[in-house]
């Protein structure tokens, strides 16, 4: 391993900065550990490297005067392979779109090239980013660094897995129902699901505050990095923040550690919990209670979550890739069909109540934030499993409903609207990671990620990563 590559994003930025190092050479390191990690991971689907130098070229070039606040300075990074970068492939991965080029970027695209990222590639996902696995048609399955014989999740898999592996330093990603926070449980790195809005976001349907694109990198610092880069306004997303936003590396760069957190191993929801998964969340509260912190057993009310969030899915399904059934079932993955016939099945006036529901999820979660500065549950209710297996239909003996049974954690609190900050949270005794979702109050990144940093120091797992695929 290079040691370009052991760097954190905050040092090699702050390297790349002072000018101790290039992009060009950043580039040979990431190449060369993609070609020797790739193999036994799968992550990286597409390269891009002339494409890279090129951009590497022109800003190496360029006037070093007037770059804004958060500038990357050429720090290669990769894009999950549902995000378009203007001339590269972009797969979603599906047979139906596996030589499709994009004709244009993607705004988060626009905004972190602009901030002087350089692409060197796309990441792995599964078809439709449907699936808490990552594997496809086009390109298979993604294999988790700490366990090639184990799951990176989805459905930023590729994203997570690249990241631990140390292939680059971060990526992008996008969760609707925990597709960054899974990943980077399962891969032991972090991410941030952030409010709805903060970063701008083009779709069928603008005002759906469901599905969001967030940063991934290996530290809290680096996620509030990349974040820097990725949040502000769009004329083109309504949700997006006309107001300045504060510095989110800034923020990470002083950890804070919170006064009363609320801790929850199962948010009153989740049919079953691993018992090492109970374990590491009461090992984390009794370490915040060591440092002084005010640690409550409690949650927000979220038993009727699930089931309006499978409903305003199933809508946002008829609008993305319901177009595509009639000419192309044949080549569709079995849940990407059944969450477009679930969607079609649907009335009007279920997608409304679902709405409602939302509305009235989203105030409750107001209301605890009120009381406490975080709350802390797992980001996934089971360690990582068999890469071969589609999902896990059940868990300890009891049976999930549907595919997305064993996600409950994650999606139940995308309803809230609050960001989430996922974190490595520890392991099983065989050595697989488990993560956390530390989810903060309404548009509270700034202190969420302030909290996330102190919350890492004292947990003390980022140093873990990169690691050599085993």
Sequence with gaps: MHEFIKWTATEAVAKLARGEVRPLELLDAVEARIAETNPAINAMVTLCFDRAREHARRLMSSSRSGRPAGFLHGLPIAVKD???????????????YENRIAPGSDPVVQRLEAHGAIIVGKTNLPEFAAGGNTFNDVFGATRNPWNTRMSASGSSGGSAAALAAGQVWMATGNDFGGSIRTPAAFCSVSGLRPSPGRVARLQKQPFNPLSVEGPMARTVADVALMFDA??????????????PLPSFAQCAARPERPRRVAVSADLGIAPVVDRDVRACIANVAEKLAAEGVEVVDAHPEL???????????GAVYIA????????HRGVLKSEVIEN??????????????????????????A?????????????TLCPPFDVDLRYPA???????AGYMGWLVLTYAVT?????VLAVPGGFTPSGLPLGLQLIGRPQGEAALLSHGAWLENVLGLAGMTPLDPR
């Design 320 to 327: 993305r890739v319901a177009p595509l059934l009639a000419q």
């Design 415 to 419: 309803m809230t609207a609050c960001p």
């Design 394 to 400: 059940s868990w300890d003996g009891v049976a999930f």
């Design 303 to 313: 038993g009727d979550a699930g089931e309006n969030f499978l409903k305003l899915r």
């Design 367 to 379: 209301a605890f934030f009120e009381e406490y500065d975080a709350l802390i549950c797992p980001a």
């Design 230 to 243: 990725e949040a502000g306004f769009d004329a083109r997303d309504p949700l997006s923040p006309r107001e």
């Design 82 to 96: 549902n995000t378009d970068v203007e001339g590269l492939r972009c797969t979603s991965g599906s047979r139906v």
């Design 340 to 365: 477009i016939e679930y969607g079609l099945g649907l009335k009007l006036t279920d997608v409304v109540a679902a709405e409602i529901a939302q509305g009235e999820i989203i105030r409750r979660a």
